[in-house]
Antibody, heavy 115, light 107 residues
């Protein structure tokens, strides 16, 4: 059974940092692009970043460029999102999603940025 | 960045109705469009990819069409469990972008 399990969310002050993790199982993790998508409370979906199968290519939405870094460790079937200089508007549920076309979603982890 | 304009933002319909949701892209995205359903409190689920290919396991009352800049999601024979918010996503050029969503209520 395919699974994506996110962790690392929580409450952080503006300007702070947080690292999200996602572990995949039930599929060949190293064979797929991976993506982070977020959803602010009561709002729509926002594509955040993705990373190529071998980690050689990354893309970001403009609002997080220079602050967030996506990475992966295929030996650990893991995807990461390092989030620095966090702002109130980064408050959201962050979903780890398999592949370029967002086939399979994790349950999400809540990040709250507040003083 | 490619902008996706989705309409309507909200609608209501009765069981058995035929419903159409539209997404317009700010530039040609060929057929690089997917549709997602998000029921209240649930994780989004992909319904359609490559504009018109139905995801395995999705009921055949869902269909997608379009190419270029205009796309539609049609639900033929609305069911109570179709009450949800629907999103389109363009995956033609980075950053990928979602439409604003269409909240569909069942009368």
């Amino acid at each position: 059974e395919m699974q994506l399990v996110e962790s690392g969310g929580g409450l952080v002050q503006p300007g702070g940092s947080l690292r999200l993790s996602c572990v995949g199982s039930g599929f060949t993790f190293r064979s797929y692009w991976m993506t982070w998508v977020r959803q602010a409370p009561g709002k729509g979906l926002e594509w955040v970043a993705n990373i190529k199968e071998d980690g050689s290519e990354e893309h970001y939405v403009d609002s997080v460029k220079g602050r967030f870094t996506i990475s992966r460790d295929n030996a650990k079937n893991s995807l990461y999102l390092q989030m620095n200089s966090l702002r109130d508007e980064d408050t959201a549920v962050y979903y780890c999603v398999r592949d370029l076309w967002l086939y399979f979603w994790g349950q999400g982890t809540l990040v709250t940025v507040s003083s | 960045d490619i902008q996706m304009t989705q309409s309507p933002s909200a609608m209501s319909a009765s069981v058995g109705d035929r419903v159409t949701i539209t997404c317009r892209a700010s530039q040609d995205i060929n057929n690089h469009l997917a549709w997602f359903q998000q029921r209240p409190g649930k994780v989004p689920k992909r319904l359609i990819y490559a504009s018109s290919t139905l995801q395995s396991g999705v009921p055949s009352r869902f269909s997608g069409s379009g190419s270029g800049t205009e796309f539609t999601l049609t639900i033929a024979g609305l069911q109570p469990e179709d009450s949800a918010t629907y999103y389109c996503l363009q995956h033609s050029g980075s950053p990928f972008t979602f439409g604003q969503g269409t909240k569909l209520a069942i009368k």
